[in-house]
Nanobody, 124 residues
Framework: QVQLVESGGGLVQAGGSLRLSCAASGRTAGSYTMGWFRQAPGKEREFVSRIGWISGSTSYVDSVKGRFTISRDRAKNTVYLQMNSLKPEDTAVYYC?????????????????WGQGTQVTVSS
């Protein structure tokens, strides 16, 4: 079992920045893919970014490329999502997720463990 706890959400004006953190605990040894997803009201959960825990390889949804950066600190068992140039359409609950394999897709069904989510609200 892996437990994930997100933090760092909040209210920010358009153009501002936030950094989300996801602290992992439990059975974290081995190859994992860590992902960030988001869900806006009335919309389906969508993929935002992912990172290979060992490889460090990353990928992003097109709408956040150049604005968001995913990273991990293996010593702290923590994944980060640095969000810059935020837009009102980035408003959503952001979820951290973990898949116990070195590669996981952009689909939420590939991820076994989820955090409780953190709200990000971007005002115009």
């Amino acid at each position: 079992q892996v437990q994930l706890v997100e933090s760092g959400g909040g209210l920010v004006q358009a153009g501002g920045s936030l950094r989300l953190s996801c602290a992992a605990s439990g059975r974290t040894a081995g190859s994992y893919t860590m992902g960030w997803f988001r869900q806006a009201p009335g919309k389906e959960r969508e993929f935002v970014s992912r990172i290979g825990w060992i490889s460090g390889s990353t990928s992003y949804v097109d709408s956040v490329k150049g604005r968001f950066t995913i990273s991990r600190d293996r010593a702290k068992n923590t994944v980060y999502l640095q969000m810059n140039s935020l837009k009102p359409e980035d408003t959503a609950v952001y979820y951290c997720a973990a898949a116990p394999r070195s590669y996981a897709s952009i689909f939420s069904r590939d991820y076994d463990y989820w955090g409780q989510g953190t709200q990000v609200t971007v005002s115009s």
